[in-house]
């Protein structure tokens, strides 16, 4: 937060996650003898979403694709970050093994005057608790 103050810069948290578009088996009520049929697809998508709010305005940033989560597609998003604001950036992340590759790695440090990412560590329960 000092580190905010000084800069007057955002505080962003981000995560990702993934939303499965196929059926899924699970347990439901029917009345004796008649089992329930749900058609489903026999293709398995998932749509994923990027996405960082900031955490004094609330303001909300995501990008979603259907593809597999990697380095460039990260790029991508934080370069789409980067070009929607004008202030410094403070970016806290997860430790997703893409955060880590060398391609996000060297494109953080060409930003490094307007981009500070500090990745959480892997199991930290403690920063999910106020």
């Keep these: 937060m000092r ?13 990702e996650c993934s939303f499965a578009q196929w059926g899924s088996l699970s347990r439901t009520w029917a009345p004796i ?12 998508k998932n749509y994923k979403v990027f996405g960082v709010i900031d955490y004094c305005t609330g303001r909300f940033f995501s990008q979603g694709l259907s593809g597999k989560l990697n380095g460039g597609i990260y790029v991508d998003f934080l370069k789409k970050i980067l070009s929607e ?7 806290i992340q997860d430790g997703a093994p893409y955060h880590k590759s060398r391609l996000v790695q060297d494109f953080i440090k060409t ?3 307007r981009l500070t990412v500090f990745t959480l560590p892997s199991y930290s329960p403690n920063y999910n608790s106020n």
């Excluded at 580190?3 to 995560?15: E, H, I």
């Excluded at 604001?85 to 970016?91: E, F, H, N």
């Design 3 to 15: 580190r905010q103050q000084a800069q007057n810069a955002y505080v962003l948290f981000g995560a």
């Design 33 to 44: 003898g008649q089992t329930p049929l749900v058609e489903t697809k026999s293709w398995c």
């Design 85 to 91: 604001t004008r202030k410094p950036i403070v970016l």
């Design 111 to 113: 930003r490094s005057n």
